[in-house]
């Protein structure tokens, strides 16, 4: 599976769109981004995932580059309850392989 | 209801001690899942199953041996455990081996003294 980055940490005010980046260069043709995240304490939740056209959902919106090197979670109207660790995976869709998991990105919304 | 449940949400225990965690999931799911999360918060896959069958184990002592006794439960037996077996633990599933989608439980807090 092709190795993700994200910034370690990021602050966001509430009531403002959380643009959480990520970059996965090495990106195969059959491998989709997905994402999760982690309140403090809780099990990893699924949010989003996509393989090269923009996907939304009622959680948030995955912005993917054309090249695919690159994509961007969004979530449109933050609240102090998306403070979070927030994981950018890649993995070929059907592959038996589990979900890997990096450091992610602290997201703090802020008051 | 909750959908994947874990028990006991916390666990403290002597080293050498032998302990189990149970995991249930009430969505019909094929595939279940058991993740290790340590002190520094990295979350890494332990073993898969998918209908009761091992798919993966990610070179993880055989002190650890997970039970799955039918297609709903997902087990963990530790035996002669170590100071470094402290962790949270996640019990997840998913519909297939292969699904997008996989649903944590709320973790395990084990701690080993």
């Known amino acids: 599976d092709a190795k993700t980055t994200q910034p370690p940490s990021m602050d966001c005010a509430e009531g403002r769109a959380a643009n959480l980046p990520c970059n996965h260069s090495?990106?195969?043709?059959?491998?989709?981004v997905y994402w999760y995240r982690q309140i403090h304490s809780q099990g990893p939740q699924y949010i989003i995932h996509g393989l090269k056209n923009n996907e939304t959902n009622e959680m948030a919106s995955l912005i993917i580059t054309e090249d695919r090197k690159s994509s961007t979670l969004i979530l449109p109207h933050a609240t102090l309850r998306d403070t979070a660790v927030y994981y950018c995976?890649?993995?070929?869709?059907?592959?038996?392989?589990?979900?890997?998991f990096g450091s992610g990105t602290q997201l703090t919304v802020l008051p | 209801d909750t959908a994947v449940s874990q028990t006991p949400k916390y666990l403290v225990t002597q080293m050498g001690n032998d302990k189990s965690i149970k995991c249930e999931q009430n969505l019909g799911h094929d595939t279940m899942y058991w993740y290790k999360q340590d002190s520094k918060k990295f979350l890494k896959i332990m073993f898969s199953y998918n209908n009761k069958e091992l798919i993966i184990n990610e070179t993880v002592p055989n002190r650890f041996s997970p039970k799955s006794p039918d297609k709903a439960h997902l087990n963990l037996h530790i035996n002669s455990l170590e100071l470094g077996d402290s962790a949270v633990y996640f019990c997840?599933?998913?519909?297939?081996?292969?699904?997008?989608?996989?649903?944590f439980g709320q973790g395990t807090r084990l701690t080993v003294v």
């Open positions: 997840a599933s998913s519909p297939s081996q292969g699904a997008a989608e996989a649903f």
């Open positions: 090495t990106i195969s043709g059959n491998e989709y």
């Open positions: 995976i890649v993995r070929a869709s059907g592959s038996a392989r589990q979900l890997t």
